[in-house]
């Protein structure tokens, strides 16, 4: 499930047992990113209130979006399926979303939300290379300087998480097997595989 050693869920105490008790309650299992933060809780708590800040001043679409386009270039298995999942229940159907992980620019978005997914990919693939033109690029789009910030930072926000899981080996929930469509998981597995049915390694 990860490089490390966690926390037991059934040796779990104080904060790492409210932490599996809310994932419990969530989704009926215990995801392999929490157990990798159950660590370090007050460092979950943190990302937590951070990258909920961050969520909640954008548009939750465009918030989707630019999240999918950083976890793609940063080939995110577990950060593309999870926000991947969330445009398909909350606002596409799984065709779409999945033409949207292949190439957004021919998925049917709009101009604006084309310009988002770009942006932030320039985010997570080399922050030094984004120049003011691609700034005026989502201005041009109607866009406000918050705007662009906010897109800014979702991307940076998830190279914090996808970088940390990723580089602790946490391997995108097994339960993605059953609940992404085929071809959708396919085209969302960007990077390292799904855990198997008994959490081990997918073969």
Not at 97 to 124: K, N, P, S, Y
């Amino acid at each position: 499930m990860s490089f490390l050693t966690t926390p037991a869920d059934s040796t779990a105490s104080g904060e790492v047992a409210e932490l599996y008790a809310a994932d419990r309650a969530r989704q009926g299992y215990v995801a392999n990113y929490t157990k990798v933060f159950a660590l370090r809780p007050e460092v979950y708590r943190a990302w937590a209130g951070l990258n909920g800040a961050i969520k909640s001043g954008m548009d939750l679409r465009h918030y989707e979006l630019a999240t999918l386009a950083a976890a793609r270039r940063l080939r995110s298995t577990y950060c593309a399926l999870a926000h991947g999942t969330i445009l398909r229940d909350k606002f596409f159907d799984a065709p779409t979303v999945q033409r949207i992980a292949t190439d957004h620019r021919d998925a049917g978005l709009d101009a604006t939300e084309i310009a988002i997914m770009d942006f932030a990919d320039r985010v997570a693939r080399d922050a030094t290379a984004v120049t003011a033109e691609d700034v005026d690029q989502l201005r041009a789009q109607g866009l406000s300087d918050a705007d662009v910030f906010q897109i800014a930072l979702a991307a940076a926000a998830r190279c914090f998480f996808s970088t940390v899981i990723d580089a602790v080996g946490a391997e995108p929930d097994s339960a993605y097997h059953t609940s992404v469509e085929s071809d959708l998981r396919e085209v969302l597995t960007v990077g390292r595989a799904i855990a198997d049915v008994e959490g081990g390694l997918a073969r």
